[in-house]
């Protein structure tokens, strides 16, 4: 053949390239056929002895099947081939942003650690300054006391001297009737020298001793958490809408505040119809409180609820609706127990409840502050923060919820962000959005897990945890939300709020 014929007859039949192949038990003999049974190509004399009755076909269909077979597991391990090159770019893209996330967060470490290192150092120095200045407040007052003592034993030294003198000249040079003649005026100054005080006395003339102290750190510098991607990356699903507006049963005008009573039952602060409804958590009324014997219309903006089931509805002012600026106190059924804060309180909005120390918070957004009261009998007790963009400082604060410690988390309206507190009121820390700050911040409520979830004005719910670092959006877009105002959490970990469409909605 030539090398095109040999090419030709090649393209036309695979077998013409092929290498002779000789039966392994028949030397002579070439192979043609398989054995199905044995798995093994055999030639003809071998079906007369070691293959007699097993099934064979011929070999090439034999060797176009597995072909075929082999084609096919070709396809899928180049499909496989592909997946894993993917795999490869995105383990790689990942890797590199791993190494983005590791050095963010060494960098976020780090500054924190400065942040509180210059906290702590400027706490230190506060304290170095506040004892530098009793002990020179002490040494200022003991030192003056002294010198004056010092003034005194001088001027009475310089009295004896001139007694002594005067006495001295007159023994000397007076005639014994002078003498006798001064003896009563003699005798009087001796014993007025002799009653004079001229003993000092050093007790209590020390400064207070200082005794060094170690510097106790509460709390540490912060902790990692690994959040649950399949729990917390998506957005919840919106499972119910309920209401609309209305002034009927079941339909709302501008709800806002919302709290779970012990019942797991819906309690809304209606504030336009002048009520709070209880509704299950199927939409479904169970009842309606309105308070009638009040000067103004009631206005109820929030609503927290005891572990006994007592209400506590804050009665404020809301666009324009002004209510009587005061907290009604009331059981389940509707009947008012006491009203308090109304000498205290200028517009009432967002109300907690403390019971480890016994403390109701009332935002008063009238004025930029929080109002404490006590529990057991509603009497006030201070007020914490002041208008301003400091720590502790508000403006036109909103709402406000605790967390499993008792730090006190507030919504601060016009400056977009929330504010982190002790249950005493000290400034712990604040955070706002993940894209800047917030768009008046209202609504806010945390889980049993301590993490934080706030509304704001970008129709949207978003998750952060303890610390104030992003987590996820729970739910966003005006399709599904729209500015919403209050917030709270069911037992069973669904999230209700309520919105500008005049419903409650439930996400889960």
């Known amino acids: 053949m030539t090398v095109e014929e040999f090419t030709k007859a090649k393209s036309q039949n695979k077998s013409i390239a092929s290498y ?66 993917q795999s490869k770019v995105s383990a790689t893209k990942h890797s590199e ?79 014994a009737a002078q003498l006798m003649k001064t003896s009563k005026e003699t005798t009087n100054q001796l014993e007025t020298m002799m009653s004079l005080d001229t003993t000092w006395n050093g007790d209590n003339k020390s400064l207070p001793q200082f005794y060094p102290d170690d510097i106790t750190l509460q709390g540490v510098l912060g902790t990692f958490q690994t959040i649950d991607v399949d729990s917390a990356a998506h957005l919840m699903k919106l499972e119910k809408t309920m209401g609309g507006q209305g002034t009927e049963q079941e339909m709302f005008d501008v709800p806002l505040g919302v709290s779970i009573n012990t019942c797991g039952d819906i309690v809304v602060a209606d504030s336009k119809n002048e009520r709070v409804q209880v509704i299950d958590n199927y939409g479904r009324p169970k009842s309606q409180l309105q308070f009638t014997e009040y000067s103004k219309p009631v206005i109820p903006i929030d609503v927290a609820v005891s572990v006994d089931n007592t209400y506590f509805i804050t009665d404020g002012t809301w666009e324009g609706n002004r209510g009587n600026s005061q907290v009604i106190v009331c059981n389940q059924y509707g009947k008012v127990i006491q009203c308090f804060g109304k000498t205290q309180l200028h517009n009432p909005r967002g109300i907690a409840i403390n019971h480890n120390n016994g403390v109701i918070y009332v935002v008063d957004n009238g004025a930029h502050c929080i109002k404490l009261y006590k529990i057991e009998d509603y009497s006030y007790i201070k007020s914490l923060g002041s208008w301003g963009q400091g720590p502790c400082q508000f403006i036109y604060p909103q709402f406000i919820t605790t967390n499993s410690e008792g730090c006190l988390i507030v919504s601060d309206g016009r400056y977009g962000r929330i504010q982190v507190l002790t249950s005493d009121g000290v400034f712990m820390f604040a955070f706002s959005c993940c894209s800047n700050t917030f768009d008046w911040p209202r609504g806010i409520t945390t889980d049993k897990n301590d993490n934080i979830y706030v509304n704001d004005g970008k129709h949207r719910v978003q998750m952060f945890n303890s610390k104030g670092e992003f987590i996820t959006n729970i739910a966003s877009g005006s399709d599904v939300l729209n500015s919403p105002r209050g917030i709270a959490i069911t037992d069973d970990g669904k999230v209700v709020v309520t919105d500008c469409t005049n419903s409650v909605k439930i996400f889960s």
């Not at 049974?37 to 597995?66: E, F, W």
């Not at 075929?68 to 070709?74: H, K, L, R």
């Not at 963010?104 to 702590?120: G, M, N, P, R, V």
């Not at 506040?130 to 003034?151: A, G, P, Q, V």
């Open 20 to 85: 002779a192949t000789h039966c392994t038990f028949h030397k002579d003999k070439l192979i043609e056929l398989y054995c199905e049974k044995c798995q093994v190509p055999i030639c003809h004399l071998c079906l007369r002895s070691n293959h007699k009755g097993h099934a064979v076909i011929d070999l090439h269909g034999a060797a176009d099947r597995l072909s075929n077979m082999v084609e096919d597991y070709i396809k899928l391990l180049k499909a496989k081939q592909s997946k894993a090159r």
């Open 97 to 175: 942003q791993l190494a983005k996330q590791y050095l963010q967060q060494k960098h976020q470490i780090q500054k924190h650690s400065q942040e509180t290192i210059e906290k702590l150092t400027k706490i230190i120095k506060q304290e170095e300054r506040n004892h530098l200045s009793k002990l020179k407040t002490d040494y200022e007052k003991m030192n003056e006391k002294i010198k004056r003592e010092m003034r005194q034993y001088k001027t009475t030294e310089e009295l004896l001297t001139s007694t002594i003198t005067f006495i001295n000249n007159l023994l000397q040079y007076s005639s």
